[in-house]
């Protein structure tokens, strides 16, 4: 690393690939497509899935050091409000629905969930609690007529 380097940095570079249609790529390369259009996860989607994953990694990735889960499901909802004009979503919430085989090591998994939970939401997951505090948004636009 160099010094010039911020280690805290993250970023995606998202480039359009048709109209309301776009493509989001990742220092690693990987790429998710999305937008407006049948097939694709939309913004609003993409941050619910961006909850949700954030604290499922929390969970998953303890749990499974004792047991796979039979199940791991997590729904997250919320509500589109339009106020004076400006759109945002209110009421997030995820909905964990997670199951473990009956043994010594799936009633083990199985009783660290709640906990865990609660600990992604209050400490650990970057995503929900940069939404719940809240956060600038700043710009900055570059156009060229070539």
Not at 9 to 16: A, D
Not at 26 to 55: D, K, Q, R, T, Y
Not at 65 to 71: A, G, I, L, V, W
Not at 73 to 90: F, H, I, L, P
Request: overall charge negative; some cysteine.
């Amino acid at each position: 690393m160099t010094e010039n380097e911020d280690s805290t940095l993250r970023s995606v570079e998202l480039n359009r690939t048709a109209t309301a249609r776009y493509t989001a790529r990742n220092a690693a390369g990987a790429e998710i497509e999305f937008g407006h259009g049948e097939g694709l996860l939309s913004p609003v989607e993409l941050l619910l899935a961006a909850i949700a994953g954030c604290s499922s990694i929390d969970v998953d990735t303890v749990t499974a050091r004792s047991c796979e889960p039979t199940e791991f499901r997590v729904v997250a909802s919320g509500n589109k409000v339009v106020e004076d004009g400006a759109n945002r979503v209110d009421g997030l919430h995820l909905n964990f629905n997670v199951a473990f085989p009956d043994t010594a090591d799936g009633r083990k998994a199985a009783g660290m969930v709640e906990r865990l939970v609660t600990l992604s939401h209050d400490k650990y997951c970057t995503v929900s609690r940069t939404v719940e505090r809240g956060t600038a948004v700043s710009h900055e636009v570059n156009v060229a007529v070539e």
